[in-house]
């Protein structure tokens, strides 16, 4: 039994199927153990493009080196009760996961429901038709998401688990992987290689005939406003999820991976740049950011969201000269470009340096940012100042996810023996869904061999 990807979907579906069967497992990642994980961009803000990629690749997968907040909502990050088809074994398995985190050194306390603020908060934001979602958060932090990830693999090694790292996966065959040129035989294959894998195994997945579809992409700009306009409500909860219909569209719009006092990073791909954000123990700005994004879904006859995503990507990278477009959201409102001088004048100091200031009316679709001004005034109800003509954009910020693997009730593909989970399928998006997805494909993976 081979298990492609060592984040969380994988390392879940390792526990269960060593724990629950007597099939031999092995994992397999790209990257590294974790403690040689160390990502320059950290430092430096700017990526240079390391292969494999130290914050997307390695033990514990992405978010490995984040601050591990872990979502304890079915609904967030995926939903899982579609893959359940009961909302209560959604919920259930939600605990599962958590309660694995616990035993390995997660803390015990709980934020992000029950307190009066936040249902202050919540009322406040459904008074300006906004609706803010409380989710039980447990942070692990990034000081100790280390030690929790290497006592659960010091766990599936008792229970027989075997790595492999910096270890590739190139090719999938029926019943066999390619690694360096050998072919490793294994009678049930696990692809849960991750949203930085996705590229890689809808590639795969066309070879061997797997049934797949597009999913919905997020667009949007990274937004950031001095750390004292947020501040309330990062007290209140640390990433807020605000989710906003727009006037003119109806379309959806939310906020999504806050950084209090964090910086904006620049992400470098083979043929765009985005952006992206991070907070820094050592180190705090005077600033917040988060990303602001407009669900789109593409129906009949066109369906190919991730073409859509990167040619909004290429565009604003055109426009930007290679770099992450800024501008002032007082300047988009008012049909003008950024410029430097402009910037200087508003009151907010831009974390990100290299970019070019500009017009991302220019890259953007009008309807994706009709759907951001309107949005960030709906918003500024809830946190007032966030629309205020200051207020920094960063683009392009895209969320492609992975392709929509087609699977059955237990995760297999149309292929024989081909199981999925996690991100890299498009069946969720945060750590605790895709770990979720894990322990379901590993079940799967037992049914199917007890068959
Ligand atoms: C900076 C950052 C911070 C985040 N913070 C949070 C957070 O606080 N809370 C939260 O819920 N979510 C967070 N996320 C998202 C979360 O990390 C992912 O949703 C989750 O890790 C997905 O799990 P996964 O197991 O599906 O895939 P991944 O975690 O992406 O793991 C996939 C693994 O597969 C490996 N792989 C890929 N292709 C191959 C191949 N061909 N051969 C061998 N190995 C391969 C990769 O090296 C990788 O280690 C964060 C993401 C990032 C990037």
């Known amino acids: 039994m081979l298990i492609i990807g060592a984040g969380p979907a994988g390392l879940f579906a390792a526990h269960e199927l060593s724990k629950n069967s007597k099939l031999s497992v092995t994992v397999v990642d790209w990257g590294q153990e974790i403690e040689k994980r160390t990502c320059p961009a950290v430092k430096t803000g700017k990526c240079i493009g390391c292969k494999p990629c130290h914050i997307m690749c390695g033990l514990g997968g992405a978010g490995g080196c984040s601050s591990g907040i872990l979502n304890l909502r079915h609904d967030i990050g995926g939903d899982l009760s579609k893959l359940t088809k009961s909302v209560p074994k959604a919920e259930k398995l939600v605990k599962e996961v958590d309660d694995i985190f616990v035993e390995h050194g997660a803390p015990k306390e709980v934020h992000g429901t029950g307190s009066k603020e936040i249902e202050q908060l919540t009322r406040r934001a459904a008074a300006a038709g906004v609706r803010f979602i409380p989710?039980?958060?447990?942070?692990?932090?990034?000081?100790?998401?280390?030690?929790v990830i290497n006592s659960f693999k010091r766990k599936l090694e008792k229970q027989g688990v075997k790595f492999m790292f910096n270890s590739r996966v190139e090719q999938i065959g029926k019943s066999e992987v390619i690694i360096k040129g050998k072919r490793i035989r294994a009678k049930y294959i696990l692809v849960a290689s991750g949203r930085v894998g996705a590229d890689w195994f809808a590639e795969q997945a066309q070879i061997l005939s797997v049934k797949l579809t597009h999913g919905p992409i997020d667009i949007g700009v990274r937004v950031e406003v001095p750390a004292a306009v947020y501040g309330p409500v990062?007290?209140?909860?640390?990433?807020?999820?605000?989710?906003?219909?727009?006037?003119?569209?109806?379309?959806?719009?939310?906020t999504f991976c806050t950084n209090h006092q964090g910086f904006v990073m620049e992400e470098r791909y083979d043929d765009h740049v985005g952006v992206n954000g991070q907070s820094l123990r050592a180190k705090k700005s005077q600033n917040t950011n988060f990303a602001f994004l407009v669900h789109i879904e593409l129906t009949e006859p066109v369906t190919d969201t991730t073409a859509y995503g990167q040619s909004i990507a290429y565009l604003a990278t055109t426009i930007g000269g290679g770099r992450p477009l800024l501008q002032r959201l007082g300047d988009l409102r008012a049909g003008r470009r950024s410029t430097w001088e402009r910037i200087k004048r508003g009151h907010v100091v831009p974390t990100l340096r290299s970019v070019t200031p500009g017009d991302i009316s220019m890259a953007m679709p009008g309807r994706v940012?009709?759907?951001?001004?309107?949005?960030?005034?709906?918003?500024d109800e809830v946190a007032p100042g966030v629309a205020e003509d200051s207020t920094l954009l960063y683009a392009p910020e895209v969320k492609l996810y992975a392709m929509q693997i087609h699977i059955d009730e237990n995760m297999e593909t149309n292929v024989p023996n081909l199981f999925v989970a996690g991100d890299g399928a498009g069946l969720s998006r945060g750590i605790v869904a895709a770990a979720a997805t894990g322990l379901l494909a590993a079940r799967g993976i037992i049914a199917k061999a007890k068959a």
């Not at 990062?234 to 939310?254: A, E």
């Not at 940012?369 to 918003?379: A, K, S, W």
């Open 369 to 379: 940012v009709t759907d951001i001004i309107e949005g960030l005034e709906h918003l």
């Open 135 to 147: 989710i039980p958060q447990r942070h692990i932090g990034s000081e100790y998401l280390p030690d």
């Open 234 to 254: 990062v007290k209140v909860n640390r990433d807020p999820k605000f989710h906003i219909r727009t006037k003119t569209f109806d379309d959806f719009v939310r």
